[in-house]
């Protein structure tokens, strides 16, 4: 297997210290980016849905849990006892003390899906997983939200009993946002997809295969 280039110290510095400066770049740029993403206007929101939970029923309002912002992650549904490894690779990287931050800056996270609830809670049970997911099955909130039959992440803001949407990203736009991915940025083989720029002989291999 490929390695990166053994060099000096005083070479390694000399180029960590050149893709420091291009980091710093990205960030500022990301900066600017996020200040724009706080600006965005927002759009009114029905609220009439229903959804499926483990204790009942819940309308969106409810999902807030009294919070003042809501993050929804839309997971794809393929049918009976199928799931987009995608949806399950990001679930499996949201991590329930990640969460409880998210709380205490008035943010609550549930995942939605249009399974079925009980496909859902085997699914979470034989996954491990302890968010919050409910059911949207037989509601348009998936359509509305503009996920479809795909994936999709969706910020809301409520105001009273208003619910507003800010946001939503999808593809690599929710890709970005795996905790477990930010990690491997850091690392020299990366995230060893086949759709990364690296280096000729690197590992690579296909998206979440």
């Known amino acids: 297997m490929e390695k990166p280039e053994i060099v000096s110290a005083a070479e390694w510095q000399q180029a960590r210290d050149e893709l420091l400066q291009a980091e ?11 200040a724009r993403r706080r600006r965005l206007p927002m759009v009114e929101f029905a609220n009439a849905y229903k959804f499926d939970t483990p204790v009942g029923a819940k309308t969106l309002l409810d999902l807030f849990e009294g919070r003042r912002q809501l993050v929804a992650y839309q997971f794809m549904d393929k049918g009976p006892d199928r799931y987009c490894p995608g ?28 399974m079925p609830l009980a496909q859902i809670e085997e699914y979470k049970a034989r996954m491990g997983w302890t968010m919050p997911f409910v059911s949207s099955h037989g509601t348009s909130f998936a359509d509305d939200c503009g996920a479809g039959s795909g994936f999709m992440l969706s910020v809301f803001l409520r105001d009273g009993e208003d619910v507003y949407r800010t946001y939503s990203t999808t593809s690599r736009g929710v890709d970005r946002l795996v905790f477990v991915n930010s990690i491997l940025d850091l690392t020299p083989y990366g995230r060893q997809e086949d759709w990364e720029d690296s280096p000729p002989g690197w590992p690579q291999h296909p998206t979440y295969g």
């Open 24 to 34: 710093k770049e990205v960030t500022r740029a990301q900066d600017t980016l996020a």
């Open 87 to 114: 949806c399950t690779h990001f679930t499996n990287s949201v991590p329930v003390t990640g969460l409880t931050g998210l709380a205490a800056r008035e943010v609550t996270w549930v995942t939605v899906s249009n």
